[in-house]
């Protein structure tokens, strides 16, 4: 796909996502930016795309609740005519250790991880079915290396989401042919989190083919490809340094 003039709904603008945005920004791409609480980064990232000849337009949106979608992708076909496609990367990543788990835990970060991939996927998928063109649109979800392969101790909830993460990343795309791709990236050890111990950073690295922290320009790239390709649909992924092998 052509990026330059198309238009892509972006959730999560933080931390990766401002690396993602930046490369579609530079790109010609035009952004739909939606955010929960982070105003500040999403309009510090509107001005960055703005400044390399983007237009950018932020949101305010609860992806947990369906209303909020809704008029997510209302207020951005209002705003740009169009959408060519989306780009989903917000998540929460709760500890919840077995034994405590609620019903409350439960429904949260499904609703935040799962129920916005699958209700954004179909809302978007259904406005770009409109689109001209052999190829109508881009969706592009998040899952993790290690859901299938390795799921983290003590996070049970956020594997179950991200699992359905991938199961909805099929499914759509399987819906949505031949006139629109679905996949998904499946990151690794991407950034060294701030308060990882020196000792707890061996042990990642231990278990890292790579031996590295991969970089967001590492998603970015990643990003691009699944855009570029037209005969790439249905996949997760992984961009992990070798976690998934080891």
């Not at 008029?71 to 169009?82: N, P, Q």
């Not at 690794?188 to 790579?210: A, F």
């Amino acid at each position: 796909m052509e990026l330059k003039g198309k238009v892509f709904i972006l959730t999560g603008a933080k931390r990766v996502g401002q690396d993602v945005a930046k490369a579609l920004g530079e790109r010609g791409a035009n952004l739909a930016i939606s955010y929960n609480s982070s105003i500040e980064d999403a309009q510090e990232l509107k001005k960055e795309c703005e400044s390399v000849g983007s237009r950018a337009e932020i949101f305010k949106a609860d992806l947990s609740k369906s209303e909020d979608i809704g008029r997510l992708v209302d207020e951005t076909l209002k705003k740009f005519g169009a959408v060519d496609g989306l780009i989903h990367m917000a998540a929460n990543y709760p500890k919840t250790p077995i034994g405590g788990i609620t019903l409350e835990d439960f429904d949260k970060t499904m609703h935040i991880i799962a129920a916005s991939t699958l209700l954004l996927g179909q809302k978007i998928g259904k406005e770009m079915q409109e689109n001209e063109g052999d190829v109508k649109g881009k969706i592009i979800f998040f899952s993790d290396w290690s859901v299938l392969r390795s799921p983290y101790p003590n996070y049970i909830v956020y594997n179950g989401a991200k699992s359905a993460v991938e199961s909805f990343t099929k499914s759509l795309a399987r819906q949505f042919a031949p006139s629109i791709t679905v996949n998904a990236i499946a990151p690794g050890p991407i950034l060294r989190p701030p308060d990882l111990s020196d000792d707890d950073n061996e042990e990642v690295m231990k278990k890292t083919p790579l031996q590295k922290w991969g970089g967001g320009d590492e998603i970015e790239k990643a990003v691009l490809y699944l855009l570029d390709a037209d005969f790439v649909t249905g996949v997760v992924l992984p961009v992990d340094g070798g976690r998934s092998i080891a």
